[in-house]
């Protein structure tokens, strides 16, 4: 919803985002050069930033450099958002010092017209007409920050692959300037796989990390991004338990399966009868002791993995495509969260018997369009997707009757096979 900042807001984000004074500058030509201390920053500074805190260093860069202040008197406040008048302000202060200014602009009506005005004479926004007072998303702040600097300003320090940001794809809007600033050290993402998060929005730490690193280029840090080649993974050898000994996986009933049939004992099981995508996270099926039940999501978050196995998926092909894969996506994330160095490996939705098949919703064309669903979903998330359909369907396309008891659960034998794929599909 749009909101609009009232006169006392307007006031105090003017007063935020002014330099402490104005001074001349003498001429100068353009280059990151030009960026050096103007203030004194000690720890009395700001009553709400320690030395202790990890964004200390960068709030006390950015005060030092004149780029950031507080927001009133010794408070700088790192945990409020930047919304997209702010951003702008930034951006042309960059732009003007990093040209030869001072980055100190004439007071306007209202207070951020003027660096609005600059922004736009100077291509750093494309149009004027912006909704200003909205929290800025990552993405924008990425975008137009970018444009505050030259392409030669941008040193490549890191190795970033196209497409290696887990939740940037090439041709993302904002997905040039995200891996050109990832490749520049300017940023480095939100966990250990580099995750961006491009629609949350930013905090003012965060602002005063990636401005540092700006305008600072011995503040940027190189990274090292792994290629991704999924989401389909290659057959190997067959790993041994101790690769499982860091495993865990989350399902239903044909997980079950797995856990009592096959010898993947190493595994740490979170799996219930009847588990779909939403019992997931709300039922209460695991006990933490004294009693206490919490759902497989949230028992899964106490372990330390380092391989997540899922197989969910025939207890939803009732729903739509587009909701059990969104759905989908929201226990990939939390994994993620929750385990950000995890290999997550999908396990695709397995196959029904022709007479399951017959007269209701579980049919093969459902079950291969969810399966077309997630595997666009791995590669979307970068995880890995294994295909638990062809190994077990004869020519007609369905599980034969005789490796199945009621045309979906396997047959105790054939869980062997099962143990087989998973056992052969992995990544290094």
Request: glycine content about 8%.
């Amino acid at each position: 919803m749009k909101r609009f900042v009232c006169l006392i807001l307007s006031f105090v984000l003017f007063c935020s985002m002014i330099s402490i004074s104005s001074f001349a500058s003498e001429e100068m030509g353009e280059g990151l050069g030009n960026f050096s201390d103007r203030y004194e920053y000690t720890e009395e500074v700001f009553s709400d930033v320690s030395e202790s805190q990890w964004f200390d260093p960068y709030i006390g860069k950015v005060y030092s450099l004149g780029l950031m202040e507080g927001r009133g008197k010794n408070v700088f406040a790192p945990k409020d958002f930047a919304s997209i008048a702010e951003t702008i302000t930034l951006a042309s202060r960059l732009h003007h010092i990093y040209n030869g200014g001072d980055g100190v602009f004439e007071r306007s009506a209202p207070w951020y017209q003027v660096y609005v005005d600059y922004a736009y004479d100077n291509n750093i926004i494309k149009t004027k007409e912006l909704n200003l007072s909205v929290k800025a998303t990552r993405r924008e702040f990425a975008e137009i920050l970018y444009a505050a600097f030259p392409e030669d300003a941008f040193e490549e320090i890191s190795i970033i692959p196209d497409n290696s940001i887990p939740d940037v794809k090439i041709g993302d809007a904002g997905a040039e300037a995200i891996y050109s600033l990832y490749k520049a050290g300017v940023l480095t993402g939100s966990d250990d796989r580099g995750t961006y998060y491009p629609d949350d929005t930013i905090n003012r730490a965060a602002v005063a990390t990636i401005l540092s690193r700006m305008a600072i280029s011995d503040m940027r840090i190189p990274l090292e991004f792994e290629e991704y080649f999924g989401p389909e993974v290659p057959e190997r050898p067959a790993a041994d338990d101790a690769f499982f000994s860091d495993a865990c996986m989350i399902g239903n009933s044909l997980v079950d399966g797995i856990k009592y049939y096959t010898k993947l004992k190493t595994v740490t099981y979170y799996s219930k009868a009847s588990m779909n995508i939403y019992s997931v996270f709300n039922g209460k099926d695991f006990s933490l002791g004294y009693g206490y039940k919490v759902s497989a999501m949230e028992a899964m978050s106490y372990g330390d993995y380092k391989k997540v196995y899922i197989e969910l998926g025939i207890n939803d092909v009732g729903r739509t495509v587009d909701a059990f894969v969104e759905a989908y996506g929201r226990i990939i994330d939390k994994v993620h969260k929750e385990h950000p160095a995890a290999d997550i490996y999908i396990l695709s939705i397995t196959p029904v018997s022709r007479e399951k098949d017959w007269g209701g919703v579980f049919t093969m064309a459902r079950i291969n369009a969810f399966n077309a669903g997630l595997k666009k979903l791995a590669e979307l998330k970068q995880c890995y997707y294994i295909d638990c359909v062809t190994p077990f369907i004869d020519e007609t396309g369905y599980l034969p009757s005789w490796d199945t008891w009621d045309g979906v659960h396997f047959q105790i034998p054939v869980y062997a096979k099962w143990e087989n794929v998973i056992r052969t599909h992995y990544v290094d």
